[in-house]
Each structure stands twice: as C-alpha cells, then as structure tokens.
C-alpha cells in the first residue's frame, strides 16, 4: 500500500511530537503543514521535508491528496477544524482536549458519526506501554472492581501563559490542560465506568506569579504576563455509577512542590502508575509490592506519543475504532464541564 498523505495544522510545540512521530512511520508521508505564522510553518517544513505550506486550513482540506490531519492549534479552533476535516472527508487526530464545550462535543460527533472517517483524540497517556499492560491487568481482574482512585498533578509554577492562560482561547486552565490527561488515564485504567456526578472548587490565588526569579519554566510562544483569565488549580470528587470514585487535583501554581501522581485502588490489589509503575497485593497473608519489569518505571513521552500515531495510521489504513473515540471525548467534556459548573455554582452537578 502507499503511504498515507498527512497535514499537520498548528505547528506549535506540541506539533513537534506529532510531525517526528509521522516521520518515524514508514506508512505516512507528511504531505503538509498549516499554521497562522508563516515562518513556523516553513521551518517545520524545512526540517521534515514539507513540500506543501498553508496558512489557511481551508485551503489545506480543500487539497484532496491529503487523507488525514493532526489538528494542534489552539481549543477554540478544535472543533471547528475537526468539523471542517470530516467533512472534507479527512480522518482527524486532534489533540485533548476535543474541544471547550459539550455542545461543540457532540457537535463533533455528530459530524463523525454521519461520515465514514476515523477521529482520534490526543490522550496519549493512554498509549503508554505501562498503561496498556495495566489495562490487561484490569480486564483480567487481577486487582478486582476498581473502587477509589487519586491522582495529583501539581505545578508550583508552571502557567505557560499565552493562549493557555486565555480561557476563550483555552477554554480553562489547569483542568483542561493538564488534568484532562490524569482523569483520563485513570477513567480508561477503571473501565470508563458512567460518571454519576461531580464536586469542585478552582481558584484564582496566585495569578501566573510571572515576579517569581532563579526558576525558569516553559512559557508559550506568544506569552504575556498581562493576561491570565484561567483558574490557577482545580480539585475535585467524581463519583461514579457504579461507586466507585476519583479524587483529582491539579495546578499550574502552587505553594507546593512539584508532583505527578495516579494511584488506584481494588478490592484485591492497587497499583501506582505515576510517579513510577508499583502494584499492591496481598499474598499468602503477606502484602507485597511488586515492580514489573519494564524498560522504564517512568512515564515515556516520545514512546507513548510515537505509539499514538502509530496507531493512528494503523487505524486510518485498517479502517479500525481508535482506543481514545470521540464518544470518549464527549464523555470527558461532560467531566470537565460538570467540575467548571460545580465550582462556580458551589453544588455537586449530576451528569
């Protein structure tokens, strides 16, 4: 078979993942680029051999060469792009968050849903190595029903600013941005069971404390300490049909040190993904704590976001459902906004 023509649209930071991880399979061509800024795009397009630059995506999907898309620009862009895609007759790999709202959600799904195109959503901790052997673990019932999981995902100073501290633009802050991945993670390990209802609190304290010195940290490419309209972190209690339940908090600034965390618990063991691969159990009247053995205990980036796109274009080519579908998408964006509307009412919010 030839190789599949891909368009890269948004050639941000994150795109940098996608385009090394498409020019790494040898089943996909990168065909195209697209971003506002001309000179990003002709730089990507230099460093992958991109003989096709657009500053419009319109223009791009009206090229019927191309046969799918990476949409990483930013959330108040995804759900009008991935729309316009599908209906180019594009399959779509946008990145999380799908979108800002639950309407523009099933909006897209709609959209997918009447075509005959795959869309996958960037949840790329999902495709981690760890995560999949732990799924299998799960779908053996090696740890039992899944009842109470936590997770932590802390900055003490790491508000990128820029479009992330937009909320029209982001849509939220921390929660959206970087909770989206632990919530996730966690709601995929546990089976995605129906949410039942959420609590939340977010809170503007600490602004992007861009007066801070002697710590530097990743700031983005139109940055501007003047303009930060985003919660500074989020926690939050998810409660599902099925009893169990999720304890979330996140931040992009905070008196606190730094901390990525993502625990579960089961009736007949738990285990920790997050900061590194540990299962609980009991045997033989005796607990133990067991470290499989893998390449890394860590969470890896470039495997898992190599994975993703692997498996993006194994889909395309195979005609196959992606492990991270719109449905999942939806779902999560009745998660987030559910926690949005909880903190701002000061009620738990039933989904």
């Not at 790999?93 to 959600?105: D, G, I, Q």
């Not at 999902?126 to 052997?133: N, Y």
């Not at 796109?309 to 719109?326: A, L, M, T, W």
């Not at 939806?330 to 509307?341: A, D, N, P, Q, W």
Request: with cysteine; hydrophobic share 40%; aromatic share 8%.
């Amino acid at each position: 078979m030839k190789q599949t023509n891909i368009a890269v649209i948004g050639a941000g930071s994150i795109s940098e993942a996608h385009l090394k991880a498409y020019d790494r399979n040898s089943d996909a061509k990168l065909y195209a680029i697209c971003d506002l800024n001309v000179e990003r795009a002709n730089a990507a397009a230099r460093k992958y051999g991109i003989a096709n630059i657009y500053t419009d995506y319109r223009e791009l999907l009206a090229d019927p060469s191309i046969e799918a898309v990476s949409i990483c620009t930013w959330n108040n862009k995804h759900a009008e792009m991935a729309i316009a895609a599908i209906e180019a007759g594009k399959h779509v790999l946008v990145e999380k968050p799908l979108c800002r709202t639950v309407e523009e959600a099933l909006q897209i799904q709609r959209a997918v849903r009447s075509s005959n195109k795959i869309l996958q959503i960037g949840y790329v901790r999902r495709f981690e190595p760890k995560a999949q052997m732990l799924r299998k673990f799960v779908d053996e019932g090696e740890f039992g029903d899944i009842y109470f999981a936590k997770t932590s995902y802390i900055r003490r100073l790491g508000n990128p600013g820029g479009w992330f501290a937009d909320i029209e633009r982001s849509g939220g802050g921390p929660l959206i941005d970087i909770g989206v991945h632990v919530i996730d993670i966690i709601w995929y390990l546990m089976g995605k069971p129906k949410v039942k209802s959420v609590s939340g609190n977010t809170y503007r304290q600490l602004g992007n404390r861009a007066n801070v010195e002697n710590l530097s940290f990743y700031k983005a490419a139109d940055y501007d300490a003047g303009k930060n309209t985003v919660e500074d972190m989020a926690n939050v209690m998810i409660r599902f049909e099925n009893g169990a339940s999720l304890l979330v908090d996140v931040s992009f600034t905070l008196h606190a040190k730094d901390e990525s965390s993502i625990r579960c618990f089961g009736q007949r063991g738990g285990f920790e993904i997050e900061p590194e691969l540990v299962l609980v159990t009991e045997k033989h009247n005796t607990i133990l704590n067991m470290q499989p053995q893998t390449d890394s205990p860590g969470f890896q980036f470039d495997t898992a976001f190599q994975n993703e796109i692997d498996h993006f274009i194994d889909c395309v080519r195979q005609g196959k459902e992606p492990i991270s579908p719109v449905e999942d998408g939806v779902e999560m964006m009745k998660i987030l906004c559910g926690i949005y509307e909880s903190a701002a009412k000061g009620v738990e919010i039933l989904l």
